[in-house]
């Protein structure tokens, strides 16, 4: 068994395993934080932006001015910005069997995967994970494609150029493999390979294993997998929580007694305390907008963003600010709204239970009817009529790279009245505000990641105590930047297997047993012997029949009486000559009686030498060898075949034929 690890980031996996004759990929993640090395796109003309200097190396000898600009210090790529890929050379991607997706944040790199390798396997994922995704890859889309770039830039790509960049650029990696965003007709292509599961649905793949999603906990739909066969068990354990949010809670029971468990997708803010985050998140925007001040979210379309919606809704009328707008622009924005309301069995039961009174299962809907919150696609049509100051913007795209979120930059960046409230835990939010620099407006850092925390993985692995645990190397050490912190990482006996990008890895148990069935007709013709008390054994001679990994015993066929002719057939048509099977022995034979039996058949010169598996029995007048052993008995008897005969007959008295 092998794990084939594609990605770098912990919390976005891409790993195959290979595992009885299947291959198996598990999630593909698309690492965006290689985004933030480029410069925003705006929707409308940005003379600052587009006022950037070139960048020329100190020396003067690299010249990049049309694909790099400089601002407040650092360098930006000025081209489309380019997505870091999983690993595509580690193995063939074309023979993975199934994709198993564990959320909508996991399958992001879908397209890429499935309508560039010749992928002609199966997806598997949940409704909600699935729809919501396609949102998410819709509005990636929507926001590469309504701000186009003319130029592409490629120089500074090259290594021997890339080598003399300044940082961060100089440490990117693989930024040859980089990647524009796809189209929306390789998503709808992607996304036409799924197949919907149920949580605790089982799904077998090609009757080798079986494949189960089960609650993760995380988000809407999100899952975590097993793995089975009928002897073996693997988990895939990827961005579970157990804090009581929207989705339903985590089923932690059914991760018991696993050979291995695959660990990924723990909380990237080990430190924070989500409902403290909610707290300052509120506290900070009620402060912003007495002031006069108006509050941007970056935020992703769907997660985390329905917390926040229910958080102010109980702390708008608290912090009178009834009056005050609320806006939440993507172009997905009201199915994200409407398919967080119909997905009612895929939430916890507090909020299913409200469906059936009937109300909406969450608060948005009320400040939807109420006018408190006002939903658009973009910044333009409606929304420029209607919009007012001071008000609460929630928009994409969390890197501040692209969508509406860079013309609210540009546009109250130069206020210090207004604020930025950074809830998305996925980027630094310093290296987000790089190229808006200088920058007036206050900036607050609330990252709320509801994920399991070292503490919380900790104690579930100790109940559900998996033999052996793998996980990205990340957490196998503390954060670089805490080294002294060693309970922010994962300690245990044995240690965790750690993994890095293109890592690849033996799986640390080798499959024992296959099961294997026996038709009725021929289990009737088994005539068991008992070899001791409780113990019976019975010898069976079959055929091995084996058929989508299922191994069936049959009775061996009869050969067809041959008709007579004078033509005599090809040798190929005769039918395969089938030999009664050798009887197997049981039991052992006793050295005093056996001595005895010798004597009686006038065998009387019998040394006896004990060995460290039994006997040897030397017959002198003879000059022959009995070695007598737990698992055999030798006669070693030169020219005197009556003789060796009437020992064999004799051994054969004391044993059991099967």
């Known amino acids: 068994m092998k794990l084939y690890c594609l990605s770098g980031h912990p919390t976005l996996p891409c790993n195959v395993l290979k595992f ?65 890929l999983p690993e595509k050379e580690l193995l063939d991607l074309s023979t993975i069997d199934v994709i198993l997706i564990s959320n909508y ?40 494609e309504r701000v186009p770039k003319a130029q592409s830039a490629t120089c500074w790509k090259n290594k021997e150029i890339q080598r003399m960049l300044p940082g961060p650029l100089k440490d990117a990696v693989e930024v040859w493999t980089w990647k524009r965003c796809y189209s929306m007709q390789e998503v709808n292509s992607a996304l036409s390979k799924v197949q919907l599961v149920g949580y605790s649905q089982k799904v077998e793949l090609f009757g080798a294993v079986q494949v189960s999603p089960l609650s993760s906990g995380y988000s809407l739909g999100s899952s975590n997998w097993i793995i089975q066969s009928h002897y073996e068990k693997v988990s895939y354990v990827s961005g579970s929580s157990l804090l009581t949010t929207h989705p339903q809670p985590m089923d932690q029971s059914s991760l018991k007694n696993s050979d291995v468990l695959i660990l990924t997708g723990l909380t990237q803010m080990p430190t924070a ?20 001040g108006n509050v941007l979210v970056p935020c992703y379309s ?53 469906v059936y009174l009937p109300e909406p299962p969450f608060p948005h809907a009320e400040l939807i009817q109420t006018n408190k919150l006002k939903h658009y696609p973009s910044i333009h049509g409606d929304f420029s009529s209607e919009f007012r100051q001071p ?20 546009l109250w960046g130069k206020s210090s009245l207004n604020t930025i409230i950074f809830t998305e835990p996925d980027f630094s939010y310093l290296d987000a505000l790089a190229p808006y620099q200088p920058l007036a407006m206050k900036c607050v850092y609330c990252p709320i990641d509801t994920r399991l925390n070292f503490h919380q993985v900790s104690k579930l692995l100790k109940e559900v ?13 503390p954060p670089v930047t805490q080294s002294h912190r060693s309970d922010l990482m994962l300690e245990l006996q044995p240690p965790p297997m750690p993994y890095r990008r293109c890592s690849v890895l033996n799986l640390p148990f080798r499959r024992c047993y296959e099961r294997v069935y026996i038709l009725p007709e021929l289990a009737n013709s088994l005539v068991p012997s008992e070899i001791k008390p409780g113990v019976s054994l019975a010898t069976v001679s079959a055929v091995l029949h084996s058929k989508d990994n299922k191994h069936t015993l049959q009775s ?27 009887p197997l022995l049981s039991g052992a034979v006793p050295l005093e009686a056996f001595l005895a039996t010798l004597q009686k058949h006038g ?17 002198q007048a003879e000059d022959t060898l009995i070695q007598l052993e737990e698992d055999g008995t030798h006669i070693v008897c030169d020219n005197n075949e009556p003789l060796r005969t009437t020992l064999r007959d004799l051994v054969l008295r004391f044993l059991q034929k099967l």
């Not at 090395?37 to 690299?62: A, E, Q």
């Not at 305390?273 to 006069?292: H, Q």
Request: aromatic share 8%.
């Open 556 to 582: 061996v066929p009869k050969p067809p009486p041959v008709p007579p002719s004078k033509k005599r057939k090809r040798v190929m048509e005769e039918p395969p000559v089938v030999l009664a099977p050798k």
């Open 391 to 410: 008000c609460v913007v929630f928009t994409g795209h969390p890197s501040l790279r692209f969508g509406d979120v860079v013309h609210f930059m540009e």
């Open 20 to 84: 009885k004759s299947t291959t198996i990929m598990l999630d593909c993640g698309l690492d965006t934080t290689s985004v933030l090395n480029f410069l925003p796109l705006p929707l409308v003309h940005s003379p600052r932006l587009s006022k950037l200097p070139g960048w020329v190396s100190k020396d003067g000898t690299l010249n990049l001015e049309k694909e790099l600009k400089e601002c407040a210090g650092r360098v930006f790529v000025d081209s489309q910005p380019e997505f870091c």
């Open 273 to 292: 305390n989500p409902d403290g985050m909610l707290g300052e998140f509120c506290s900070n925007l009620a402060m912003t907008i007495r002031a006069g």
């Open 105 to 144: 944040h996991c399958m992001m790199a879908l397209p890429y995967i499935t309508e560039h390798t010749g992928f002609t396997g199966t997806v598997y994922a949940t409704e909600p994970t699935l729809q919501i995704g396609r949102l998410l890859m819709e509005e990636l889309v929507n926001f590469m």
């Open 465 to 477: 105590q998996p033999l052996h645990v793998v996980c990205p190397e990340q957490y196998t050490q």
């Open 302 to 354: 769907s997660g985390v963003i329905y917390d926040l919606l229910e958080c102010l809704y109980q702390f708008i009328e608290s912090a009178n600010l009834g009056t005050t707008p609320f806006y939440f622009i993507s172009p997905v924005a009201n199915s994200s709204l409407e398919f967080s309301q119909i997905f009612a069995e895929w939430l916890c039961h507090n909020k299913q239970s409200k």
């Open 603 to 619: 065998i009387t010169e019998v040394k006896v030498e004990e060995t460290a598996d039994g006997h040897i029995l030397h017959l």
